[in-house]
Structures are given as C-alpha cells and as structure tokens.
C-alpha cells in the first residue's frame, strides 16, 4: 500500500461561535432601551414625589401663616376697640371734671359773696341805745339775748364757709391729679376717691339716653363680632371630597363576572394591611402625621370614607373631612395608592383589567357640614345676657349713688338753710 495514499492525522478542530440572529440583538437592544426608559421614568417618579411633598410642606406652611394672620388681625381689631372704648371713657371724664370745675368755681363765688357779707355785718356800726329809758329790763334782756345767738351763729357759719373753701381747693387739686393719672387705652379704669362734700352731677337726659344708646350698640356690635370669631374657632367646616376608579379596558362586551370580580377584589383590597402601611407612611411622609400609623388610616376609612361599588367595574369613592383641599389631598393620595397596589397585581386576577382614575378627587366649595350660625347664635346670646345683667346691676347702682347724693345735697341745703338764722 501507498504510503503516501494515508490519511493525515487529524488536527486540532477550530471552535467557530456564530454570531446571534438578528432578532434576538433587537431584543436585547429593546429589552436595554426600555430598561433605561424605566429607569429615568423611575427617577423622574422619586422627583415628583419629592416635588409634591415640598409642595404639601409649603402648603402646611401657608396655611400656618393665614391663621396666625388671621388670629393676629383679630387681636388688632380687639385692640382698636379697647383704644376707642378708653378714648371715649377719657372724653366723658374730661367732660365731667370741667363741669365739676365749674360747679365748684361757681360755689366758691356764691361763698365768698357770703364772706363779704358776714363781713359787712359784723364791721357795721352797733345799734345806739335807745334814748327812751322807759323800757322795761325783759325787753332788753331779750333783744341781747338774740344778738349773742345771732353773732354765734355767724361765727359758725363763717367757719363752715372756710372749710368749704378748703374742701374746693382739694377737690380742685384732686381734680388736676385724677386727669394727669387716667390710664391709657388697655389698662383698667381706676375709681379715683370723690370727696364727701362733693354735690352729684346730674347729666340732661338728652345726652344720658345718647350715650346709653352709643354704649348699648357698640357693645352688641362687639359681641357680634367676638362671637362670630368664637364661633369660627370652635366649628371647623367639613367638606366632602369623591373620586371614581374604573377598569381601564372596560367596553361594553366585558363580561358581567369579570366586572363583578374585579369589584370584588378592590372592595377586599382596600382595608389590605399593606396598603394601609403603604397610605399611612405616604401621608406622613406628605405632612399628615395624625395618619402616620396604619391603625390611623383603617380609623380614617371606617370614620369617614365611603366606598360605593355600586356599578361593576366602577367604585366611587366619597371622604368627608376638615379642610376642603386638606380632605382633597389625602383622598387624592389613598386613590393613587390604590390604583398602584391593583395594577401590581393585575397579572394575578381572573379579569387581568388594568385599574385607572375615571374622576379626580374633588371637594365641593360648600361645606358638608356647618355648625358655624348656631354656635354664633349661642355664644351671641349668652354674652348678650351677660351684659345686659351687668349693665342693669351698674344702672341700679348708679340710681342708688344718685339718690343718695340727692339726699346728702337735700340735707346739707336743709341744714345751712335759713331756717337755721331766723331769731324767735
């Protein structure tokens, strides 16, 4: 046999990869792009989120600032009505100490005209006798008898005109006194002493009536007021928020099981544990931290949220809260968060139907409920009985002070009167 005819030995064999099929590279071309598509939609989602949480923050803020705001302009009118309340204590003091002034100046005269004239009498010339010495001894006893009381009498009655001199001069300089120490708008009023000699000052009925009526208006437009701010801080309006989901994919030819099911499921996923813990960290985490445990949110849930599954493959549902975009906002959010949790987990149910927002979470302009009338109507009430009792015990005590004047000034007339000078 040939040598040269043998078969060579075998060699070491190549190992050749073929390069993949066309299509499975657009795969994973695709399979990339939508990878970093998820990943920026991701990081755009974080954004948002972090966006719309400063949002709430600065909207917790605002709403900080408009009811110091608020409180603050209601101090401001409170103490406007203070300072014209004093402004007009301290006119009407005014008037009356200038009319006290002209009272006394006026007696210090009618007093001094009586000086001069106990003056006069006692510097004129004594009686001559009687040249008659016919008269018996009684007569003339008599007649001295009267003279001696008469100078006695004048005497006194010079001193009662000197202590009254020294009564007006005090009065006078408590007078000075009493307008230096009237106090300013906010502090209170401080009865300044009267003395006891001083005569009550009785006012034209005319101006009392005026200023009854002036008093008796600002004080019920004050109640009116305060009780009105009163009774917009104890009733806080609540306001009802609806929103409506649906399945996404829902037409006319979608089976009536189907629909039932998928109702089914979101009426049983609502109370799930998970996204009561999913709800309660995202309105923490939004500024709601009275929702900040999932035990909070199922209470918000049976309190005040209605879910109405009425239609299949609709559910509608209603909060009732305080606030209108407070009770918006926290709808808005457990909707979101519902929808989330249903989508996740479509791919598990029977119906496979897509879940999305039919209505956006809106809250009427109007409140649901408003107590704010009644309780002004109650708060108005009890302050206005309340004044009117204290009004009634001050005017009865001012009529007793001026009947007792009346009978201190009828006295003391009746006591210097001229019954006291007249000789039997």
């Known amino acids: 046999m040939d040598e040269s005819a043998a078969p060579a030995p075998p060699g070491p064999i190549e190992s050749v990869s073929a390069p993949p099929p066309p299509e499975q590279a657009s795969v994973v071309m695709t399979t990339e792009r939508l ?106 006893a008599t007649r001295r008898a009267r003279l001696k009381k008469q100078r006695s009498l004048l005497s006194e009655r010079a001193a009662q005109l000197v202590r009254a001199k020294e009564a007006i001069t005090s009065r006078l300089a408590d007078t000075g006194r009493t307008r230096h120490s009237l106090p300013l708008a906010g502090q209170p009023v401080r009865p300044s002493p009267m003395p006891a000699t ?93 929702f900040g445990t999932p035990s909070d949110v199922r209470r918000l849930i049976v309190d005040s949220m209605t879910i109405d599954a009425a239609t299949p493959g609709r559910l509608n549902l209603s909060m009732v809260g305080e606030g209108r975009l407070r009770t918006q906002r926290i709808l808005e959010t457990y909707t979101s968060i519902l929808v989330g949790m249903a989508n996740d987990s479509r791919e598990r149910r029977a119906d496979q139907s897509s879940t999305a927002v039919v209505a956006d979470a809106t809250a009427g302009e109007e409140p649901a409920s408003d107590h704010r009338l009644p309780i002004f109507a109650l708060v108005a009430g009890a302050m206005a009985c309340v004044c009117t009792v204290v009004g009634l015990a001050g005017v009865g005590i001012a009529v007793g002070r001026r009947e007792r004047g009346a009978k201190d000034e009828t006295a003391v007339e009746i006591d210097g009167g001229e019954d006291r000078w007249s000789i039997k």
């Open 198 to 290: 001083a005569a009550p000052i009785h006012r034209p009925m005319t101006a009392t009536f005026g200023a009854g009526m002036l008093a008796a208006s600002l004080s019920f437009a004050a109640i009116a007021g305060v009780s009105w701010w009163v009774a917009g801080i104890v009733d806080r309006p609540r306001y009802l928020a609806q929103t409506t989901i649906g399945m996404a994919d829902q037409s006319a030819n979608v089976e009536p099981e189907l629909a039932e099911s998928w109702s089914s499921f979101h009426l049983e996923l609502a109370n799930d544990p998970q996204l009561l813990a999913q709800a309660a960290e995202r309105l923490k985490r939004r500024g709601y931290a009275e």
């Open 35 to 140: 990878c970093a598509a998820f990943a920026s939609l991701q990081s755009e989602l974080e954004s948002l989120h972090a966006v719309t949480s400063q949002h709430d923050h600065r909207a917790t803020e605002l709403d900080a600032r408009d009811g110091a705001l608020r409180e603050y302009a209601a101090q401001l009118t409170d103490r406007e009505f203070h300072l014209a309340e004093r402004h007009r204590e301290l006119n009407s003091a005014q008037e009356q100490l200038l009319a006290d002034a002209g009272t006394w100046r006026q007696r210090e005269a009618e007093m001094l005209a009586r000086e001069r004239s106990v003056g006069e009498r006692e510097s004129a010339p004594p009686i001559a006798p009687a040249r008659h010495q016919a008269c018996d001894e009684p007569h003339v």
